[in-house]
């Protein structure tokens, strides 16, 4: 069974999020890197756009969330949490955020992308450009770097799919050269 299979089963075939019926898509909440059914959900075009855009953000689409955010499923949890943070300002999601629980493993996912921070607070990864980097960006490495601890050196021009950010330090990212996942200083990388 497919994945997009499971997830319509899982929710009965509507928006985990908003219960729409039309233009549903399987949703991977990041920066879950096991994917799959543990860490997607199935979500209509207008949430995941406005999950991925914030400016795109209609605070009363989210009312929804009073229903959704009671959800036995994590992913579906981790993007209430998400989007009732970003929106707190607005006064009601407040009220929601103080009585939604998350296991403590659930919520430092729910945190990894820093929603609900104010800016200032924020830990922004940028390339050698000032380009700002985003979880799952593709970068390419603008030196040759020696990989600690082996006798690979990552080459010039070499393309790193998928990055991760370090949420601890605005200069470090990981990804994979190769089969080997190596931590990458920002100043480094270039993106693509």
């Known amino acids: ?34 994917g799959g059914l543990d860490g997607s959900l199935l979500g209509c075009s207008t949430c995941i756009g406005q999950i991925e855009d914030a400016d795109a953000t209609d605070a009363n689409h989210w009312r929804c969330l009073n229903d959704s955010m ?21 006064g009601w999601p407040k009220d929601l955020l103080d009585m939604l629980y998350l296991e403590d493993e659930t919520l430092a996912w729910a945190k990894e992308t820093g929603e609900g921070l104010a800016e200032s607070e924020k830990i922004i990864h940028r390339d050698v450009n000032g380009v700002i980097l985003e979880n799952g960006d593709n970068v390419v490495l603008i030196k040759d770097l020696k990989v600690k601890g082996s006798s690979m050196v990552a080459k010039q021009g070499t393309a790193v799919r998928r990055i991760s950010l370090d949420r601890e330090n605005a200069e470090f990212i990981e990804g994979k050269v190769g089969p080997t ?3 990458i200083i920002t100043k480094y990388v270039k993106k693509i």
């Open 1 to 34: 069974m497919s994945l997009l299979e499971e997830l319509q089963k899982r929710s009965g075939n509507v928006c985990e999020l908003c219960a729409a019926t039309d233009n549903l898509e399987v949703y991977e909440v990041q920066p879950k890197t096991t």
């Open 181 to 183: 996942q190596i931590v």
């Open 70 to 90: 009671w959800s036995e499923h994590e992913p579906v949890k981790v993007i209430a949490w998400r989007m009732l943070s970003r929106l707190k300002g607005e």
